[in-house]
């Protein structure tokens, strides 16, 4: 057992739940903090069955200072902090953007506030591929142009790397690395924890699954008239515990003072680019059941196409994504299945 204890805010959520039980089988000991408007504190029973240990738990809201130094004075051994905790669905961004900017930015100001007074070395913020806006030219790289932001979610990412570059320019004490994501997706292959979002789900694997169920009628696919092979959208799909572990091994680095400068910025992708319509029939062949599905018109602010060149992660962290679509839509749908054996959807 390691003795850094890593906080993880938003660890409750879905890619932040993957990542504790990472960090749990690497040795860490974890607190989690979260508020739970978006996950459910269950989740932590599954982290418990899948790693035999139940990491720390406070419920809270990280937007309250006073509730972030009550924590950092009850666990005065924090040395890493992962930052999950963020509102992050694109389209309710537009609608309510001082939700977001309130909750995403605070959380992130209050974290870097009390970061040096508590000796905590470093921090691993969630970015996203969202601030490459619509890429010029893919596979993005980690210098690749980043565009005005299309939603105050997508900008949420852009400042919040803009003040953690001028936080530690200015002389903080502490390190970050930096994970933009591409689209995380599939569950942990025990069946014990994965994507649960509340109400009609905004994503595409989640909503496909539902759709394969039965839970719903039919997957809208949006906008068969793009400049793509076959119409529609392209993402880079990456298993979300193959994310997981790139979290692992960011923390170690900053804890062993293996980084290279103070800020460091990795593109977490697979490199493949693969359309919704070619995902849909990845999914078909890789579990037999068909998904119900119609094309309709384009969602607003989405992007035509956009996948990583993961070059970097690979050589300087030595992280690859390595479980295939198949695989990892596979574990998606397990994990929709225990959700209907449970009797929760
Ligand atoms: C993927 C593709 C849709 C739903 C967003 C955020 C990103 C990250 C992941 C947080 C698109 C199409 C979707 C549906 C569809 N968020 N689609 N029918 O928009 O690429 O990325 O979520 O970390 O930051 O921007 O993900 O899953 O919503 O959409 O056709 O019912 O699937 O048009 O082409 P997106 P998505």
């Known amino acids: 057992m390691k003795t850094e204890r890593i906080l993880v805010t938003g660890g409750t959520g879905y890619i932040g739940s993957h990542t504790v039980v990472e960090l749990q089988q690497a040795g860490y000991r974890v607190v989690i903090i979260d508020d739970l408007s978006n996950s459910s504190a269950d989740v932590i029973d599954g982290i418990e069955r899948i790693t035999g240990s139940r990491p720390d738990f406070v419920e809270g809201d990280c937007t309250d200072i006073d509730t972030l130094k009550r924590l950092f004075a009850d666990y005065p051994d924090i040395k890493g ?9 694109v389209g309710e961004s537009m609608q309510r953007p001082i939700l977001y900017y309130r909750n995403n930015l605070n959380t992130l100001l209050n974290l870097l506030d009390l970061m040096g007074p508590n000796g905590v070395k470093g921090i691993v913020f969630s970015s996203s591929c969202t601030v490459y806006g619509e890429p010029d030219v893919n596979p993005v790289t980690e210098k ?29 004490p502490f390190k970050s690395v930096i994970l933009r994501y591409f689209n995380p997706v599939g569950a942990h292959p025990s069946a014990e924890i994965g994507e649960l979002p509340n109400g009609v789900p905004q994503n595409l694997v989640p909503y496909l699954t539902q759709t394969a169920m039965g839970i719903r009628k039919e997957l809208s696919v949006f906008g068969n008239d793009y400049h793509t092979p076959d119409g529609s959208c392209i993402r880079d799909y990456i298993n979300v515990v193959d994310l997981a572990k790139a979290h692992v091994i960011a ?3 900053m804890l062993t003072d293996k980084t290279e400068a103070p800020i460091e910025i990795f593109n977490l992708g697979t490199g493949h680019g693969v359309s919704v319509l070619e995902l849909i029939d990845t999914f ?14 384009r969602r607003a602010g989405d992007i035509e196409k956009v996948w990583a060149d993961p070059t970097y992660a690979n050589e300087v962290l030595g992280w690859k994504a390595e479980t295939s679509l198949a695989d990892t839509l596979r574990s998606a749908w397990d994990w929709q299945c225990r959700l209907r054996d449970r009797g929760i959807m």
């Open 251 to 253: 923390v170690e680095r």
């Open 81 to 89: 902090i992962i930052n999950f905790a963020a509102s992050k669905a």
């Open 144 to 172: 690749s142009p980043i565009k005005k932001a299309t939603s105050p979610y997508g900008n949420t990412k852009q400042i919040s790397e803009e003040i953690i570059t001028d936080v530690i320019n200015a002389g903080a």
């Open 284 to 297: 078909t062949k890789a579990t037999g059941v068909e998904v119900p599905h119609k094309i309709v018109g």
